[in-house]
């Protein structure tokens, strides 16, 4: 989806996001992999919301997204609270006063942008750990495996039987007596 932005005073900035317009004209980015991040121009708001998982790191996610909006101008710092989407955080977008008339909702892309290339590297590393985590367990180098083959299954193998459970003997829970 081509998103076009126009300004007064052209600056020649192009940026690539996947993104979509809602039916109501919001624009939804998905380029994160925790949150996803919701402009309205309508509402003049920008919303943030988790992927798949609630919990801290997502809360810091959205922290650090609404701390660089506010650093950049955008955000006004005493709007950003939690909506009405359990685990979401949303702010109100700033108006321009200049006389330039910089776009608030283009202005505001380009600062959600600007987040995203921050949080790439870190995202990056970790993907690339987790690749090398399954490749290690999956894949390993000679000196990390044994040679030992096939290690055939004995009916009495360790310490621990296999019928542990209720012995009805005594009606008592404990270990099976062979």
């Known amino acids: 989806m081509t998103i076009k932005v126009t300004l007064e005073n052209p600056v020649d900035a192009r940026i690539k996001l996947q993104a979509r317009r809602t039916l109501d004209g919001n624009i939804l980015i998905l ?14 708001k920008v919303l943030a919301l988790s992927k798949k998982q609630y919990g801290d790191h997502i809360y810091a996610t959205q922290s650090r997204l609404f701390d660089h909006l506010m650093r950049h101008g955008v955000v006004d710092p005493g709007s950003v609270h939690g909506g009405n989407v359990y685990g979401s955080l949303e702010g109100i977008i700033l108006e321009s006063t200049e006389s330039n008339k910089a776009d608030s909702i283009q202005m505001t892309l380009y600062s959600v942008v600007n987040f995203l290339l921050t949080e790439k590297p870190h995202y990056d590393a970790v993907k690339r750990y987790e690749m090398d985590f399954d490749k290690e367990l999956l894949d390993p180098k000679d000196e990390d495996s044994t040679d030992l083959g096939e290690i055939p299954h004995k009916k009495r193998q360790g310490t621990i039987t296999q019928y542990a459970g209720i012995n009805t003997a005594s009606g008592l829970y404990g270990m099976y007596q062979e």
Do not use: A, E, R, T
Not at 31 to 44: A, F, G, M, Q
């Open 31 to 44: 380029d994160h992999p925790d949150i996803d991040i919701v402009l309205s121009p309508k509402n003049k």
